[in-house]
């Protein structure tokens, strides 16, 4: 992340404005953060799931690529926060008529929203949207592109130390399309931060990107066996069908063969292992069912989580703001 980039992402005082990505967020806001998100995990095990933190303030959620379980999580935690939530499915509106992602902007800010979550597929779009956005609206990058797509990461990396602790010993493995994955980015990202000394990416060579090693200190691997040998947590990720008719892959059922999450194959992991997912799952094509289902898999539990870490950088992030507005306020 450049100097621009960060002082983009906090404000004066090091706290969040906007949510694009997690390239050199300090460990210590991450930290806040999964410590924010448990204590909202409370809130969805109450009869009323309600806390006022966001009472009068407007989250439009903008998706110009489809996701159901990203809106439906972003929605829910919005108006646990007792936000009003607008969602807008621009990919089949004004968007396909061809009005530009700079018009779009100015129309939504012209609905007095006071924070956007944007999914878009294009890398770097949430970024360009915080960089042209009035400055009293928040950005929430809900995903963009090859880039990155921060609140996974940091739902999953609730999920490991909710199940798991401590990161500074684990050994984690991330499996699947590495080249295209902004989750596994995001996931390495966080991993690193955390103080995570054993990160493995795991992939067929068609589908791991050149110079992972110095750019994330991971270590790569092209046989499944050998990168799951005595790990602690494996997050698989969804392979997309159109990359086999691109070339890089032969087929469905030859990715299963050489990389697929057996029973089998998950044994060579630590007996305690958690699985994780970010959904949607291909069964039979990146992990087979009994794994999915079985008792080491934790992917319904992302679900949960994922509330309530998209709870935290909703509250975190209009916090900032309003923190950065005063700070203008008394300069003047």
């Known amino acids: 992340m450049t100097d621009a980039t960060r002082s983009l992402q906090l404000n004066a005082q090091g706290q969040l404005r906007h949510f694009l990505s997690l390239d050199d967020l300090p460990a210590e806001l991450l930290t806040e953060l999964l410590d924010t998100a448990d204590s909202f995990l409370e809130v969805g095990a109450r009869a009323v799931k309600k806390v006022p933190l966001l009472r009068g303030k407007t989250v439009c959620n903008v998706f110009f690529e489809n996701s159901t379980r990203t809106r439906t999580t972003f929605e829910l935690a919005a108006k646990r926060l007792s936000a009003d939530v607008i969602t807008l499915n621009v ?31 294009d890398s770097g779009a949430a970024h360009f949207i915080a960089e042209h956005v009035c400055p009293d609206v928040a950005i929430i990058n809900g995903g963009d592109g090859r880039h990155a797509h921060p609140t996974q990461g940091m739902l999953d990396m ?7 602790g401590d990161f500074a010993n684990l050994s984690v493995a991330i499996v ?86 057996t029973r089998q194959r998950l044994a060579r992991a630590k007996p305690d292992a958690i ?58």
């Open 91 to 121: 990919s089949t509106s004004s968007t396909s008529k061809g009005e530009t992602l700079f018009d779009t902007l100015r129309n939504l800010e012209a609905m007095a929203a006071d924070m956007f979550v944007v999914r878009h597929a």
């Open 158 to 164: 609730l999920t490991i130390r909710r199940h798991k």
């Open 176 to 261: 699947g399309d590495i080249l295209h994955s902004r989750v596994a980015r995001s996931d390495m990202l966080a991993l690193r931060t955390l103080g995570c000394r054993d990160i493995r990416v795991i992939a067929p060579r068609t589908l791991l990107p050149v110079g992972l090693e110095e750019l994330y200190g991971v270590r790569t691997f092209t046989d499944l066996a050998e990168g799951l040998d005595g790990v602690d947590v494996v997050i698989m990720l969804r392979l997309q069908r159109e990359r086999m008719q691109g070339g890089l892959l032969p087929s469905e059922g030859e990715y299963y063969r050489l990389f697929g999450l």
């Open 275 to 332: 699985v994780m997912h970010p959904g949607p799952i291909n069964r039979g094509v990146e992990i087979e069912s009994a794994v999915a289902d079985g008792e080491q898999s934790v992917i319904l539990n992302q679900v949960t989580y994922g509330i309530a870490v998209r709870m935290a950088v909703l509250s975190m992030t209009m916090s900032g703001q309003t923190a950065q507005r005063q700070l203008q306020e008394n300069a003047q």
